[in-house]
Protein backbone atom coordinates (compact mmCIF):
# COMPACT_ATOMS: atom_id res chain seq x y z
CA UNK A 1 0.00 0.00 0.00
CA UNK A 2 1.30 3.32 -0.64
CA UNK A 3 -0.99 5.87 1.04
CA UNK A 4 2.80 6.59 3.67
CA UNK A 5 4.88 8.47 1.69
CA UNK A 6 8.27 8.79 3.22
CA UNK A 7 9.42 11.94 4.54
CA UNK A 8 12.96 11.65 2.79
CA UNK A 9 10.72 11.52 -0.69
CA UNK A 10 9.29 14.49 -0.02
CA UNK A 11 12.45 16.55 0.45
CA UNK A 12 14.09 15.79 -1.98
CA UNK A 13 11.23 16.39 -4.55
CA UNK A 14 10.57 19.73 -5.84
CA UNK A 15 7.19 21.05 -7.11
CA UNK A 16 7.34 23.96 -9.85
CA UNK A 17 4.54 26.10 -10.75
CA UNK A 18 3.27 24.20 -13.68
CA UNK A 19 0.41 24.81 -16.01
CA UNK A 20 -2.88 23.09 -14.90
CA UNK A 21 -4.51 22.95 -17.50
CA UNK A 22 -2.22 20.27 -19.01
CA UNK A 23 -2.18 18.34 -15.50
CA UNK A 24 1.09 19.28 -14.97
CA UNK A 25 0.02 20.75 -11.78
CA UNK A 26 0.96 17.31 -10.40
CA UNK A 27 4.84 17.19 -11.58
CA UNK A 28 7.70 17.38 -9.72
CA UNK A 29 11.06 16.92 -10.22
CA UNK A 30 12.99 14.53 -8.17
CA UNK A 31 16.70 15.53 -6.80
CA UNK A 32 18.13 12.43 -8.06
CA UNK A 33 17.48 13.92 -11.52
CA UNK A 34 19.38 17.02 -11.20
CA UNK A 35 22.21 14.83 -9.74
CA UNK A 36 22.57 12.51 -12.34
CA UNK A 37 22.40 14.91 -15.30
CA UNK A 38 25.16 17.33 -13.17
CA UNK A 39 27.37 14.66 -12.62
CA UNK A 40 27.08 13.17 -16.47
CA UNK A 41 28.37 17.05 -17.36
CA UNK A 42 31.15 16.58 -14.32
CA UNK A 43 32.29 13.58 -15.79
CA UNK A 44 32.59 14.53 -19.06
CA UNK A 45 34.69 17.68 -18.73
CA UNK A 46 36.94 15.25 -16.40
CA UNK A 47 37.31 13.41 -19.40
CA UNK A 48 37.78 16.48 -21.64
CA UNK A 49 40.16 17.40 -19.42
CA UNK A 50 42.48 14.38 -19.28
CA UNK A 51 43.77 13.84 -22.75
CA UNK A 52 43.59 16.19 -25.91
CA UNK A 53 41.97 13.10 -27.75
CA UNK A 54 38.82 14.00 -25.57
CA UNK A 55 38.64 18.01 -26.03
CA UNK A 56 35.98 17.23 -28.05
CA UNK A 57 33.73 16.39 -24.94
CA UNK A 58 33.33 19.83 -23.56
CA UNK A 59 30.68 20.36 -25.70
CA UNK A 60 28.84 17.09 -24.96
CA UNK A 61 28.71 18.26 -21.20
CA UNK A 62 26.67 21.12 -22.12
CA UNK A 63 24.64 19.44 -25.33
CA UNK A 64 24.23 15.89 -23.85
CA UNK A 65 22.31 17.27 -20.70
CA UNK A 66 20.28 19.54 -23.22
CA UNK A 67 19.26 16.26 -25.18
CA UNK A 68 18.42 14.40 -21.70
CA UNK A 69 16.06 16.35 -20.57
CA UNK A 70 14.17 17.30 -23.86
CA UNK A 71 13.85 13.24 -24.34
CA UNK A 72 12.55 13.02 -20.52
CA UNK A 73 10.07 15.41 -21.45
CA UNK A 74 8.73 13.85 -24.47
CA UNK A 75 8.27 11.08 -22.85
CA UNK A 76 6.30 12.10 -19.75
CA UNK A 77 4.00 14.23 -22.06
CA UNK A 78 3.70 11.38 -24.53
CA UNK A 79 2.60 9.18 -21.01
CA UNK A 80 0.49 11.86 -20.14
CA UNK A 81 -1.25 12.72 -23.11
CA UNK A 82 -2.16 8.66 -23.58
CA UNK A 83 -3.91 8.06 -20.18
CA UNK A 84 -6.17 11.23 -20.99
CA UNK A 85 -8.56 13.17 -18.77
CA UNK A 86 -7.42 10.14 -16.16
CA UNK A 87 -3.83 12.16 -16.16
CA UNK A 88 -5.40 14.97 -14.03
CA UNK A 89 -5.00 13.25 -11.32
CA UNK A 90 -1.69 11.42 -12.05
CA UNK A 91 0.88 12.30 -10.32
CA UNK A 92 4.53 12.42 -11.74
CA UNK A 93 7.60 12.97 -10.05
CA UNK A 94 10.66 13.69 -12.77
CA UNK A 95 13.61 11.13 -12.17
CA UNK A 96 17.04 10.59 -14.33
CA UNK A 97 14.63 7.77 -16.48
CA UNK A 98 11.09 9.55 -16.32
CA UNK A 99 8.37 9.18 -14.02
CA UNK A 100 9.75 7.30 -11.07
CA UNK A 101 6.16 7.55 -8.95
CA UNK A 102 4.24 4.13 -8.91
CA UNK A 103 0.99 6.54 -8.93
CA UNK A 104 -0.06 4.76 -12.07
CA UNK A 105 -1.32 1.81 -10.36
CA UNK A 106 -4.18 3.93 -9.00
CA UNK A 107 -5.38 4.17 -13.07
CA UNK A 108 -7.31 0.86 -14.63
CA UNK A 109 -5.55 -1.78 -15.65
CA UNK A 110 -6.06 0.08 -20.04
CA UNK A 111 -4.40 2.85 -18.89
CA UNK A 112 -2.15 1.14 -17.23
CA UNK A 113 -1.15 -0.19 -20.29
CA UNK A 114 -1.41 3.15 -22.20
CA UNK A 115 1.03 4.48 -20.08
CA UNK A 116 3.78 2.34 -20.44
CA UNK A 117 3.40 1.80 -24.24
CA UNK A 118 3.12 5.67 -24.80
CA UNK A 119 6.46 6.02 -22.45
CA UNK A 120 8.11 3.51 -24.82
CA UNK A 121 6.85 4.00 -28.06
CA UNK A 122 7.66 7.92 -27.73
CA UNK A 123 11.64 7.30 -26.34
CA UNK A 124 11.79 4.46 -29.65
CA UNK A 125 10.38 6.88 -32.30
CA UNK A 126 12.64 9.68 -31.01
CA UNK A 127 15.87 7.43 -31.25
CA UNK A 128 14.65 6.16 -34.65
CA UNK A 129 14.13 10.34 -35.98
CA UNK A 130 17.98 10.91 -34.69
CA UNK A 131 18.88 7.91 -36.66
CA UNK A 132 17.12 8.92 -39.30
CA UNK A 133 18.75 12.60 -39.51
CA UNK A 134 22.10 10.75 -39.05
CA UNK A 135 22.08 8.76 -42.08
CA UNK A 136 20.68 11.72 -44.17
CA UNK A 137 23.87 13.94 -43.44
CA UNK A 138 26.18 11.74 -42.61
CA UNK A 139 28.86 11.61 -45.28
CA UNK A 140 29.14 8.32 -47.20
CA UNK A 141 32.79 6.96 -46.90
CA UNK A 142 34.33 5.33 -49.45
CA UNK A 143 33.84 2.09 -48.39
CA UNK A 144 30.14 2.57 -47.91
CA UNK A 145 27.48 3.86 -44.70
CA UNK A 146 27.74 1.28 -41.77
CA UNK A 147 25.55 0.91 -38.69
CA UNK A 148 28.67 1.31 -36.85
CA UNK A 149 29.50 4.64 -38.41
CA UNK A 150 25.96 5.53 -37.61
CA UNK A 151 26.27 4.88 -34.19
CA UNK A 152 29.63 6.68 -33.13
CA UNK A 153 28.93 8.60 -30.18
CA UNK A 154 29.52 12.80 -31.80
CA UNK A 155 30.32 16.01 -29.90
CA UNK A 156 30.21 19.45 -30.92
CA UNK A 157 27.55 21.99 -32.11
CA UNK A 158 26.24 20.04 -35.49
CA UNK A 159 23.29 19.10 -36.65
CA UNK A 160 24.99 15.78 -36.48
CA UNK A 161 26.36 15.65 -33.08
CA UNK A 162 22.73 16.61 -31.66
CA UNK A 163 21.56 13.62 -33.28
CA UNK A 164 24.06 11.32 -32.47
CA UNK A 165 23.33 11.88 -28.93
CA UNK A 166 19.98 11.92 -29.16
CA UNK A 167 19.85 8.14 -30.68
CA UNK A 168 22.29 7.48 -27.52
CA UNK A 169 20.03 9.36 -24.71
CA UNK A 170 17.22 7.39 -25.93
CA UNK A 171 18.63 3.86 -26.61
CA UNK A 172 19.55 3.89 -23.32
CA UNK A 173 16.09 5.48 -21.32
CA UNK A 174 14.69 2.57 -23.73
CA UNK A 175 16.95 0.05 -22.51
CA UNK A 176 16.88 0.53 -19.18
CA UNK A 177 12.50 0.55 -19.27
CA UNK A 178 12.89 -2.82 -20.18
CA UNK A 179 13.34 -4.29 -16.48
CA UNK A 180 10.64 -5.19 -14.65
CA UNK A 181 11.09 -3.36 -11.86
CA UNK A 182 9.63 -0.42 -10.24
CA UNK A 183 10.41 2.65 -11.52
CA UNK A 184 10.37 1.42 -14.87
CA UNK A 185 7.32 1.33 -17.49
CA UNK A 186 7.89 -2.89 -17.76
CA UNK A 187 6.40 -3.20 -14.70
CA UNK A 188 3.86 -0.58 -15.63
CA UNK A 189 3.06 -2.91 -18.19
CA UNK A 190 2.88 -6.21 -16.27
CA UNK A 191 0.75 -4.66 -13.96
CA UNK A 192 -1.91 -3.53 -16.45
CA UNK A 193 -1.72 -6.63 -18.17
CA UNK A 194 -2.48 -8.50 -15.19
CA UNK A 195 -5.49 -6.23 -14.05
CA UNK A 196 -6.87 -6.74 -17.80
CA UNK A 197 -6.00 -10.62 -18.27
CA UNK A 198 -6.69 -11.48 -14.64
CA UNK A 199 -8.94 -9.28 -13.04
CA UNK A 200 -9.20 -11.42 -10.21
CA UNK A 201 -5.79 -11.71 -8.72
CA UNK A 202 -4.94 -9.45 -5.64
CA UNK A 203 -2.05 -7.20 -5.80
CA UNK A 204 -0.18 -9.46 -3.33
CA UNK A 205 -0.05 -12.36 -6.02
CA UNK A 206 0.95 -9.63 -8.66
CA UNK A 207 3.73 -8.40 -6.64
CA UNK A 208 4.45 -12.18 -6.22
CA UNK A 209 4.81 -12.20 -9.77
CA UNK A 210 7.06 -8.99 -10.35
CA UNK A 211 9.48 -10.75 -7.25
CA UNK A 212 9.89 -13.87 -9.12
CA UNK A 213 10.37 -12.10 -12.76
CA UNK A 214 12.87 -9.73 -10.61
CA UNK A 215 14.81 -12.56 -9.54
CA UNK A 216 14.84 -14.74 -12.39
CA UNK A 217 16.51 -12.23 -14.58
CA UNK A 218 18.99 -11.11 -12.10
CA UNK A 219 19.91 -14.40 -11.69
CA UNK A 220 20.05 -14.71 -15.71
CA UNK A 221 22.18 -11.27 -15.99
CA UNK A 222 25.01 -12.23 -13.31
CA UNK A 223 25.12 -15.72 -15.51
CA UNK A 224 26.09 -13.83 -18.70
CA UNK A 225 27.89 -11.31 -16.94
CA UNK A 226 30.38 -13.34 -14.92
CA UNK A 227 30.59 -15.58 -18.33
CA UNK A 228 31.75 -12.14 -20.25
CA UNK A 229 33.80 -11.33 -17.56
CA UNK A 230 36.13 -14.18 -17.05
CA UNK A 231 36.12 -14.64 -21.42
CA UNK A 232 37.30 -10.90 -21.27
CA UNK A 233 39.96 -11.27 -18.76
CA UNK A 234 41.13 -14.22 -20.62
CA UNK A 235 41.56 -12.48 -23.15
CA UNK A 236 43.02 -9.47 -21.98
CA UNK A 237 39.85 -7.05 -23.11
CA UNK A 238 38.30 -4.42 -21.16
CA UNK A 239 35.37 -5.75 -19.18
CA UNK A 240 33.92 -2.26 -17.33
CA UNK A 241 30.65 -3.05 -18.79
CA UNK A 242 30.06 -6.10 -17.91
CA UNK A 243 30.37 -5.05 -14.46
CA UNK A 244 27.65 -2.83 -14.98
CA UNK A 245 25.56 -5.48 -15.52
CA UNK A 246 26.09 -7.09 -12.17
CA UNK A 247 24.90 -3.84 -10.80
CA UNK A 248 21.88 -4.19 -12.55
CA UNK A 249 21.51 -7.91 -11.32
CA UNK A 250 21.96 -6.73 -7.90
CA UNK A 251 19.71 -4.10 -8.37
CA UNK A 252 16.95 -6.44 -9.95
CA UNK A 253 17.54 -8.95 -6.64
CA UNK A 254 17.13 -6.10 -4.40
CA UNK A 255 14.03 -5.25 -5.96
CA UNK A 256 12.65 -8.73 -5.80
CA UNK A 257 12.98 -8.80 -1.66
CA UNK A 258 11.04 -5.53 -1.84
CA UNK A 259 8.15 -6.69 -3.99
CA UNK A 260 7.91 -10.00 -1.71
CA UNK A 261 7.83 -7.70 1.67
CA UNK A 262 5.40 -5.70 -0.42
CA UNK A 263 3.02 -8.77 -1.19
CA UNK A 264 3.82 -10.60 2.39
CA UNK A 265 2.65 -6.97 4.02
CA UNK A 266 -0.48 -6.84 2.18
CA UNK A 267 -1.66 -10.96 2.80
CA UNK A 268 -1.16 -9.82 6.25
CA UNK A 269 -3.21 -7.07 6.14
CA UNK A 270 -6.10 -9.20 4.33
CA UNK A 271 -5.91 -12.01 6.41
CA UNK A 272 -7.61 -11.10 9.54
CA UNK A 273 -10.40 -9.56 7.13
CA UNK A 274 -11.15 -12.52 5.22
CA UNK A 275 -10.80 -14.75 8.60
CA UNK A 276 -13.44 -12.55 10.08
CA UNK A 277 -15.73 -12.76 6.75
CA UNK A 278 -15.45 -16.79 7.06
CA UNK A 279 -16.07 -16.62 11.03
CA UNK A 280 -19.28 -14.78 10.22
CA UNK A 281 -19.93 -17.30 7.23
CA UNK A 282 -20.22 -20.01 8.79
CA UNK A 283 -22.32 -18.67 11.80
CA UNK A 284 -25.03 -17.69 9.42
CA UNK A 285 -24.65 -21.18 8.11
CA UNK A 286 -24.87 -22.71 11.45
CA UNK A 287 -27.89 -20.68 12.17
CA UNK A 288 -29.74 -21.42 9.47
CA UNK A 289 -29.10 -25.31 9.70
CA UNK A 290 -30.40 -25.79 12.96
CA UNK A 291 -33.00 -23.37 12.42
CA UNK A 292 -34.33 -25.43 9.02
CA UNK A 293 -33.81 -28.88 11.58
CA UNK A 294 -36.61 -27.71 14.18
CA UNK A 295 -38.45 -25.40 11.59
CA UNK A 296 -41.29 -22.99 13.15
CA UNK A 297 -43.26 -24.66 16.51
CA UNK A 298 -46.23 -21.98 15.66
CA UNK A 299 -46.70 -22.78 11.86
CA UNK A 300 -45.43 -26.54 11.88
CA UNK A 301 -43.96 -25.26 8.52
CA UNK A 302 -40.23 -25.55 7.69
CA UNK A 303 -37.72 -22.85 7.86
CA UNK A 304 -36.73 -21.18 4.87
CA UNK A 305 -32.78 -19.92 4.67
CA UNK A 306 -33.17 -16.55 4.11
CA UNK A 307 -31.95 -14.85 0.55
CA UNK A 308 -28.21 -14.36 -0.24
CA UNK A 309 -28.96 -10.49 0.17
CA UNK A 310 -28.67 -11.01 3.58
CA UNK A 311 -25.73 -13.51 3.91
CA UNK A 312 -22.07 -11.30 5.03
CA UNK A 313 -20.42 -10.30 2.03
CA UNK A 314 -16.99 -11.54 0.97
CA UNK A 315 -13.94 -8.77 2.22
CA UNK A 316 -13.28 -5.75 -0.27
CA UNK A 317 -9.78 -5.49 -1.86
CA UNK A 318 -8.44 -2.49 0.32
CA UNK A 319 -6.17 -1.49 -3.02
CA UNK A 320 -8.83 -1.39 -5.70
CA UNK A 321 -11.22 0.98 -3.14
CA UNK A 322 -8.00 2.72 -3.42
CA UNK A 323 -7.62 3.03 -6.67
CA UNK A 324 -11.42 3.74 -7.03
CA UNK A 325 -11.10 6.63 -3.99
CA UNK A 326 -8.41 8.14 -6.56
CA UNK A 327 -10.53 7.87 -9.62
CA UNK A 328 -13.84 8.93 -8.56
CA UNK A 329 -13.43 10.70 -5.03
CA UNK A 330 -14.62 9.77 -2.12
CA UNK A 331 -17.87 10.42 -2.76
CA UNK A 332 -18.08 7.72 -5.02
CA UNK A 333 -17.75 5.21 -1.83
CA UNK A 334 -20.00 3.17 -0.23
CA UNK A 335 -20.41 3.11 3.31
CA UNK A 336 -19.05 -0.44 3.17
CA UNK A 337 -15.67 0.49 1.10
CA UNK A 338 -15.18 3.63 3.29
CA UNK A 339 -15.45 1.28 6.50
CA UNK A 340 -13.01 -1.67 4.50
CA UNK A 341 -10.68 1.15 4.40
CA UNK A 342 -10.58 2.25 7.72
CA UNK A 343 -10.14 -0.56 9.25
CA UNK A 344 -7.81 -1.57 6.70
CA UNK A 345 -5.71 1.90 8.33
CA UNK A 346 -6.30 1.26 11.94
CA UNK A 347 -4.92 -2.64 11.30
CA UNK A 348 -1.59 -1.23 9.48
CA UNK A 349 -1.21 1.62 12.00
CA UNK A 350 -1.57 -0.81 14.58
CA UNK A 351 0.66 -3.52 13.35
CA UNK A 352 3.47 -0.45 12.94
CA UNK A 353 3.16 0.41 16.87
CA UNK A 354 3.55 -3.30 17.54
CA UNK A 355 5.76 -5.06 15.60
CA UNK A 356 6.61 -8.43 15.96
Not at 204 to 213: F, N, V
Request: charged content about 15%.
Amino acid sequence: MNEYRPKLAELLTWRGAFPARWGLHHLSIHLSALIAIALTSIVLLILASSSVANAELRTAAITLPVVWVFSLSIRIVAQRLAIGARGDQLEIVVGPAGNISNDYENLSGPNMLSYAVAGQSATLLVGLLGLLILAAIAPTPATGLTLAALLDFQSGWSSHAWASQTVWVNVFLFAIHLLPAAPFDTRALIVGWCHVSQPNWTSARISRLLAATASHLAVGIAGFALAMIATRLAAHEPVVIWYAFLLVSVYLLSVSQFESFQAQQEEELSEPLTRSWRRSVQASLNLQRSSASYGDPDTDEAYTPPDNDFLPHPPLDVDEILRKLHREGQEALSVREKDALLNASRQLQARRQNPR
